[in-house]
C-alpha cells in the first residue's frame, strides 16, 4: 500500500471539552500527548492508540478519533490552533479510501469491553480488511438458509451461506462483513451497514469453496424488549435460495485465532455470539489430523438448548477435541444456569489455561454478559493466586483476550 | 500473579500498600476506620446514605484500572490507601538535599514541618464535604447530585491518604492529628478547619461550582507541589491524589460553563442584558456571576498564603514540598540569589519589588494557580462568544479582597486601585456576591430529580459519564 494511501485512525482532544488537567499527559506511557497554554494536543508520529489516557479523563474529551490518511494526519500544529475539533465529514470529503465511520464505530463499540486494544494472536494469518467498499461492494449469491433453533423456540437464528463465485472475499475466522440491506430508511438514507461475524473458516463454509457462512438471529425486539423489527436481520433471514446481497468488507485485524501448534482456545459465548467460535472450532477440526497439539475449551450458554445455535452438530465433535460447558438459563424446572456459573465450577482449569501463555481468550455475545465473565474470571483468579486486574493488560498487550459484544 | 498495581480488596481497607503486613498500623487503621464512618454519617452528604449513586471506584492505580464504575451506596464505598507505584532509584530534585536518595521515612529534622503540612492538606479534604452535605437537596439534575457525591467521596478518600500518612509515619502525634481530622468542623467558632476558604460556606451550586473550579484548583496546585517531595511515600500519595482531583475541577469548569450557556441562551431569546428580567427568567444574570467569581478567586488565592514566607523556604530548602511542575524548570533548583517580583503597596499605590525567591515561593505558586484559573476563564468566555454575547469575564486584581498577607489590611479594588473604606463601602455591592445575590441564586435551588431532566438555570452537559446517556439514572434514590 502506497504510503499516501495508509489510514491514520487518528486520536484527538476536543478542546471544547477538555479542562486541561494534565491527567492524559501524566498518564500516556510514551508521552505522546502535550500542551501549550492553549490546548492539549496528541503527536500521531507517536500515539499507538494504546487507550491508557480514555478512562483517567475526567470530561471524556480524550476520546476522539478521526479517520485520515497518515501522511494527512492533523499536526501538532494544527491541533494547537483549534476551538473545536473538525468533522469527521470534512475529512472523509479529501477523498481518502478510509473505513466507514459507522464501521469503525461499530467496531470499536464493540471491543469497548475489553478495555484497552488488545493486538491479533502473533500467530494469527494477515488478515485482508475492507477489500470490498461501500462505493464498491460485492455481490453475494445465497446457497443456504437453515433454521438453527428447533420448533417452539421463542427465537428464529439462521445459519446463511453466501456465495462469492469468482469474486475474491478472502476471510478469517473472527473476522466481520457488513451486510447492505437494499432499500432506504423513512428518511430516505440507506440504511446503515451490520456486522455480522463470519461462523466459517477460511477455506470456506465448504472446503475449497468460495463461500462464508453467517450466525443470524431475527431482531423483533430491541435489549430493553421493545419490538422492533430489525432491517438487516430480517432481511437476511428471509432470504431465499439464489437470493443476493450486497456485502463489504472483510473487517475486523484483531480478534482473530493463533495459528502456531501448542496454542489452545478458551471461547466464551452466548447466542449468536458462537458464530466465530464455530469458525475457530471449525477451522481446528479441520485439522485435527495434523495433531498439533492445543486445548479448546467453550463456555456457551443459552435460553434452551433449542435455542443454542449449532447444538447438534457440537455434541458429536470428541470430547478430548474440545471440552464443552453448556448453561442454560430457562429450562422449565431447572435452576438458571449462566456462563459464568460454568467458569467458576471450573476455576481450576480455567486458571491453568489463563496462566498458559499460548493460550488465548475470546468473548462474544450480548453487552449483558460482559460483567458476570469479568466477575468470574476475578473470582477464579483471587481462588488460585492470580490477580484478574493486573491479569487483563498482560493478556490484553499479548493479543490473548479478545471481546466482542453488542 | 500479583502487581503493585492491584488494590487488595479483600482486606477491610483496600490498600496497595500492604497494609497485612504491618499489624500495628493496620489495627490503628482499623480503630481509626469506624470513627470516620461515624463522621461521614454525621457530616457527609444530608439524607442521602441509602441512594445508589453510580460512582468511580479505583480499583488498581494504572490507567485501566482506577476508573471502575458501578452503582454504591456512598457509606459502602470502598475508602482505602493508593499510592502510585514508587519510581526505582528516584532521587531529590530541589533544595538543599538535591541529588541525594529520596526518603522512604521522615527524617528526624523535618518530621515536625510534614507533619504540619500534611495535617493542612488533610484538613481541607473532609472540611469541603461539611461544606457541600445539604447541596444534594437542591441538585440541577441528577447527572449533577452524582457529580458532587463522586467529589464527596473522593474527598474522604483523601482524608484517608492523608491519614495513612500520619498513622504510618507519624506515630503517636500522627495518630492523634488523624483523630483531630474528624474533630473540627467547617465554620464552626470553637473548633474550625485550619484555612480560612474551608470555613466559608457553600450554599448554592454556583457558589459549588465556583469553590470546584478555584479551591480544588488551590488543592491541584497544593498536591503538584507535594507531588515533588523528597519524603517519597508523600509524593506518591499527593500524585494519584491528582487524577481524582482532576474529576473536581472538572465538575467546577463545565458547571459555570453550563450556567454561563444557558444564562446566554435566555438572552438571546429574551433579546436582553437587563439582570432583572433574566432574573425573573429564572436564570443567573452575568453581573452575578462574575461577583461570585470576584469573591471565590480572591478567597482562593489567599490559600496559597503570605507573599513572603520563610516557612515556604525552608520546606523548599529541606526538599519537602517543590514549586508546580518543579522538573520541567530550567534553574538550579536550589534558588539562592534568585528573585522574584511581590507586590507592594507605597504612597497610596501597588508597586512591584524583587524578593528573593525562596522567600516568594507562596506568590510564585499563587501566580501559576492564577495563570491556569485565567484560562479557563477564556474557555468560559468562549462560550459567551459563541452565544454572541459581548460580555466577558475577568479575574480581579491579585490584591483585591484579600485577608492574608501584604494586603490584608488595604482595600483595593478588582481594578486594582488602592482605595479607601468610603468608597469600599460603597461599591462592594458591586464587587462581591451580596446576600440578596445569594439569596437570589438560592430561590433558583430545587432537586430535579428526573433522569435527564435539567433546572432551568443550567444548560445540559454536552456528554454523560462514563459514556453513559446524559439521561442516565446516576443516582438512585430506593
Not at chain 1, 461462523?199 to 463454509?205: F, I, L, Q, Y
Not at chain 1, 485439522?287 to 486445548?295: L, V, Y
Not at chain 2, 507605597?346 to 505558586?365: F, Q, W
Request: charge should be negative; aromatic fraction near 8%; glycine fraction near 8%.
Amino acid at each position: 500500500m502506497a504510503e499516501t494511501a495508509e489510514i491514520l485512525r487518528q486520536h484527538l482532544i476536543d478542546p471544547e471539552i477538555c479542562i486541561r488537567c494534565n491527567t492524559c499527559e501524566e498518564t500516556c506511557p510514551i508521552d505522546a500527548i502535550t500542551h501549550d497554554s492553549r490546548n492539549y494536543v496528541v503527536d500521531p508520529a507517536k500515539c499507538n492508540a494504546c487507550n491508557a489516557c480514555i478512562s483517567p479523563c475526567p470530561t471524556g474529551a480524550i476520546d476522539n478519533w478521526r479517520q485520515v490518511a497518515r501522511a494527512r494526519a492533523y499536526s501538532l500544529e494544527d491541533q494547537l490552533g483549534w476551538d473545536t475539533l473538525p468533522a469527521q465529514g470534512e475529512v472523509a470529503a479529501a477523498g481518502q479510501t478510509d473505513l466507514p465511520q459507522e464501521i469503525t464505530r461499530l467496531t470499536s463499540e464493540a471491543s469497548a469491553g475489553q478495555g484497552g486494544v488488545a493486538p491479533a494472536p502473533w500467530s494469527a494469518e494477515h488478515p485482508v480488511v475492507h477489500l470490498h467498499t461501500l462505493a464498491k461492494p460485492a455481490v453475494a449469491t445465497v446457497t443456504g438458509n437453515f433454521p438453527l433453533t428447533g420448533e417452539g423456540a421463542s427465537s428464529d437464528i439462521r445459519h446463511i451461506v453466501l456465495d462469492f463465485g469468482s469474486v475474491a472475499f478472502p476471510v478469517l475466522e473472527g473476522q466481520t462483513i457488513g451486510v447492505l440491506p437494499p432499500g432506504v430508511d423513512p428518511q430516505g438514507r440507506r440504511h446503515y451497514v451490520r456486522l455480522y461475524s463470519v461462523a466459517s473458516p477460511r477455506d470456506g463454509e465448504r472446503p475449497r469453496y468460495n463461500n462464508v457462512a453467517l450466525t443470524v438471529k431475527r431482531v423483533t425486539e430491541d435489549h430493553a424488549g421493545t419490538p422492533i423489527r430489525g432491517v438487516a436481520s430480517n432481511f437476511l433471514c428471509d432470504l431465499e435460495k439464489g437470493a443476493t446481497v450486497e456485502v463489504i468488507g472483510p473487517f475486523g485485524a484483531n480478534f482473530l485465532m493463533p495459528n502456531h501448534p501448542g496454542s489452545s482456545l478458551l471461547m466464551i459465548c452466548t447466542g449468536t455470539g458462537s458464530a466465530p467460535m464455530r469458525a475457530m472450532t471449525e477451522r481446528r477440526r479441520r485439522r485435527i489430523a495434523q495433531n498439533e497439539g492445543g486445548e479448546l475449551m467453550l463456555f456457551f450458554g443459552a435460553r434452551v438448548p433449542e435455542e443454542l445455535p449449532y447444538f447438534g452438530p457440537l455434541m458429536k465433535l470428541p470430547r478430548d477435541f474440545i471440552d464443552i460447558n453448556l448453561a442454560f438459563s430457562r429450562v422449565p424446572n431447572a435452576p438458571k444456569h449462566y456462563v459464568q456459573d460454568l467458569i467458576r465450577k471450573r476455576a481450576a482449569d480455567v486458571a491453568r489455561l489463563l496462566r498458559d501463555p499460548h493460550c488465548h481468550v475470546y468473548v462474544c455475545g450480548l453487552k449483558g454478559m460482559e460483567e458476570g465473565v469479568r466477575e468470574a474470571f476475578r473470582d477464579v483468579c483471587r481462588e488460585h493466586d492470580l490477580d484478574w486486574d493486573a491479569l487483563l493488560p498482560t493478556l490484553r498487550n499479548e493479543g490473548r483476550f479478545h471481546l466482542e459484544t453488542y | 500473579m500479583t502487581s503493585s498495581h492491584a488494590i487488595d480488596y479483600n482486606q477491610k481497607i483496600p490498600n496497595n500498600v500492604d497494609l497485612a503486613s504491618d499489624r500495628t498500623l493496620q489495627r490503628a487503621l482499623e480503630h481509626w476506620q469506624p470513627n470516620y464512618l461515624e463522621w461521614w454519617k454525621e457530616m457527609g452528604p444530608d439524607g442521602a446514605q441509602a441512594f445508589d449513586v453510580y460512582l468511580r471506584t479505583a480499583v488498581s492505580v494504572d490507567p485501566s484500572g482506577w476508573a471502575h464504575f458501578d452503582y454504591v451506596k456512598m457509606p459502602d464505598y470502598r475508602w482505602g490507601i493508593f499510592l502510585t507505584p514508587a519510581v526505582a532509584e528516584r532521587k531529590i530534585h530541589f533544595g538543599e538535599h538535591q541529588g541525594e536518595a529520596v526518603w522512604q521515612d521522615v527524617p528526624g529534622e523535618h518530621r515536625a514541618n510534614l507533619r504540619r503540612i500534611i495535617v493542612t492538606q488533610g484538613d481541607t479534604e473532609p472540611a469541603s464535604i461539611e461544606q457541600q452535605r445539604h447541596l444534594g437537596l437542591t441538585a440541577p439534575s441528577l447527572y449533577d447530585l452524582r457529580n458532587l457525591f463522586q467529589i464527596n467521596v473522593e474527598e474522604g478518600r483523601h482524608l484517608w491518604a492523608m491519614v495513612y500518612l500520619l498513622h504510618r509515619f507519624f506515630g503517636r502525634d500522627g495518630r492523634e492529628e488523624a483523630d483531630a481530622l474528624l474533630q473540627r468542623r467547617s465554620g464552626d467558632t470553637d473548633n474550625p478547619r485550619i484555612l480560612g476558604a474551608f470555613n466559608e460556606k457553600t450554599p448554592d451550586w454556583l457558589a459549588f461550582f465556583m469553590f470546584t473550579y478555584f479551591t480544588d484548583r488551590d488543592g491541584k496546585f497544593q498536591l503538584n507541589a507535594l507531588a515533588e517531595s523528597g519524603f517519597d511515600p508523600l509524593a506518591r500519595t499527593t500524585k494519584f491524589m491528582l487524577t481524582e482531583e482532576a474529576h473536581h475541577m472538572f465538575v467546577g469548569e463545565a458547571g459555570v460553563a453550563r450556567v454561563l450557556a444557558r444564562t446566554a441562551e435566555v438572552m438571546n431569546q429574551l433579546g436582553t442584558d437587563d439582570p432583572a428580567k433574566l432574573r425573573t427568567a429564572g436564570v443567573i444574570d452575568l453581573p452575578t456571576i462574575q461577583r461570585y467569581l470576584n469573591f471565590h478567586y480572591s478567597v482562593t488565592i489567599d490559600l496559597f498564603g503570605a507573599d513572603q514566607s520563610s516557612n515556604a523556604a525552608i520546606f523548599y530548602g529541606a526538599g519537602l514540598k517543590g514549586r508546580f511542575e518543579e522538573g520541567k524548570r530550567a534553574d538550579d533548583h536550589r534558588l539562592h540569589g534568585e528573585t522574584y517580583p511581590v507586590l507592594d503597596v507605597a504612597d497610596g499605590a501597588i508597586v512591584e519589588r524583587a524578593a528573593p525567591m525562596l522567600n516568594a515561593l507562596n506568590e510564585v505558586l499563587r501566580d501559576d494557580f492564577i495563570k491556569d484559573s485565567v484560562a479557563g476563564i477564556g474557555r468560559w468566555n468562549r462560550v459567551l462568544e459563541k452565544a454572541g454575547i459581548g460580555f466577558r469575564l475577568t479575574v480581579p486584581h491579585k490584591a483585591f479582597n484579600r485577608k492574608i498577607g501584604t494586603f490584608a489590611n488595604t482595600r483595593v479594588s478588582p481594578d486594582g486601585r488602592v482605595i479607601g473604606e468610603a468608597e469600599w463601602a460603597r461599591r462592594e455591592r458591586e464587587w462581591l456576591a451580596s446576600p440578596e445575590d445569594r439569596a437570589f441564586v438560592a430561590s433558583l435551588m430545587g432537586r430535579v430529580s428526573a433522569p435527564g431532566q435539567f433546572a432551568n438555570w443550567i444548560a445540559p452537559p454536552a456528554m454523560g459519564i462514563n459514556k453513559q446517556p446524559i439521561d442516565f439514572e446516576y443516582v438512585r434514590f430506593g
